[in-house]
């Protein structure tokens, strides 16, 4: 049995809806939604794939557009909070290891490779400066450390924004075994529980598969 603090599982299911990587384009988001309300039925499910940070313009009011419809849908008769999953992707992977930046080998690095990747918008709509970041990378463990923290500390006055980061799934399965959601990447050699990294970081495994992945019917990544 999956671990339910890691992975999602979906029940009691109909259709599932998956939405791929939002990147910070609330506007896109909210559009996608309204037309999701108007076409969505009773035991509909929703997965969301990963990515919903950086690179766009809007990254605070996408998680905020997230959080306002999941409370909308979750008002809907007999849906439950487990038949909404958020994966956690690339750019969330990435997010969380900069509020730990204080921590890697190489951080002024580790750095300018996560603003070369997107990273930057987030910072920004947490009112962090990449210059600023850069130069506490250089400034040491102290001043990097309390970087780290003004970005932790402003993305939580965000409400909800929290809670939302913190209940994102690696997977989602259906509970009947024949559907499995990823954001990216799939080791096809190994087992679902022991993929971890391979989620956000080996899209390559997608084409490698040369037969079904276990028992599963369908993969969808975002």
Request: charged share 20%; proline share 5%.
């Amino acid at each position: 049995m999956l671990d339910p603090q890691i992975f999602g599982t979906l029940t009691g299911w109909n259709r599932v809806w998956a939405i791929a990587a939002i990147h910070g384009e609330r506007a896109r988001l909210a559009g996608l939604h309204g037309e999701l309300a108007e076409r969505f039925q009773a035991r509909d499910r929703v997965v969301y794939l990963g990515n919903y940070l950086g690179f766009g313009a809007d990254v605070a009011g996408t998680m905020d557009e997230l959080i306002s419809f999941r409370r909308d849908l979750l008002a809907q008769p007999g849906m439950m909070p487990q038949d909404v999953v958020f994966l956690r992707g690339t750019q969330e992977e990435m997010w969380h290891k900069l509020l730990q930046l204080q921590l890697a080998m190489n951080p002024p690095d580790v750095l300018v490779w996560m603003m070369e990747h997107g990273v930057t918008a987030t910072i920004q709509a947490y009112g962090g400066n990449p210059a600023d970041g850069q130069a506490s990378a250089r400034g040491g463990t102290v001043s990097l450390t309390r970087w780290t923290v003004k970005l932790r500390d402003a993305m939580y006055a965000h409400p909800g924004h929290r809670e939302l980061i913190g209940q994102l799934k690696r997977a989602c399965v259906t509970d009947d075994g024949t559907l499995l959601f990823v954001h990216a990447g799939l080791d096809p050699e190994r087992p679902l529980e022991t993929q971890s990294d391979a989620f956000w970081w080996d899209p390559g495994g997608f084409s490698a598969m040369t037969q079904p992945y276990g028992k599963f019917r369908l993969v969808v990544r975002g």
